[in-house]
């Protein structure tokens, strides 16, 4: 079984990932993990990889298509694969389709976490984190008792460029411009099942869950 996970940022994705990995016993792959372990252990594809990378450039589709593919035929993916922030854009979401189809697979369920751009803005911007032990807070999630104070240490709280409203903003922008039509396309295959990503952990595992039953 292949499955595939979408979800802005901020929507869960990576903590469904790793809860749905476990509870059915399936392999959680994320691209860039993928791609560092190729690197890390030298392979052919790894090289290849790490060529593009030092000169700055994107790491052609097929080339990360070609390690999810050879991963797929790993002997601890054989109760199945779920897919991590790839693909990215519909042209990848074709070319992976394609690449299986030769192979004799097929994507069988993209789960859809759908939160609210207010909500996810909420949840991206207004995290504070701890100079000194790198504690991390939220300013309305998870508020420190002192403001610009680390509860656990005392250090100093400040706020990252990437936790900024206007990060955020931009982060979710370029998401929703090359997401929304790989959306469209696993609607229109029928293997497309969203999921209310607003509720509590549990609730949206259980709807997860659901979609794949």
Known sequence: MIIIMLGAPGAGKGTQSEILSEELGMVHVS????????????TELGNTAEAYMVKGEL?????????????????????????????RTLPQARALDEALDLKGKS??????????????????????????????????????KQ????????????????????????RLKVYFNQTVPIIVYYRECNILCEVDGT????RVTQSLMGCLR
């Open 31 to 42: 691209s860039g993990d993928l791609l560092r372990d190729h690197r890390k252990r030298g």
């Open 59 to 87: 790491v052609p589709d097929d080339l990360i298509i070609e390690m999810i593919v050879d991963r797929l035929a790993a002997p601890d993916a054989e109760h199945g694969v779920l897919l991590d922030g790839f693909p």
């Open 107 to 144: 994507v069988n369920a993209a789960l859809y976490i759908n939160v609210p751009d207010d909500v996810l803005l909420d949840r991206l911007s207004g995290r504070l984190t701890c100079r000194r032990s790198g504690h991390i807070f939220h300013e309305k999630f998870a508020p420190p």
């Open 147 to 170: 403001p610009g104070v680390c509860d656990i240490c005392g250090g100093e709280l400040y706020q990252r460029d990437d936790d900024k409203r206007e990060t955020a903003i931009n």
């Open 199 to 202: 509720r509590s952990i549990d």
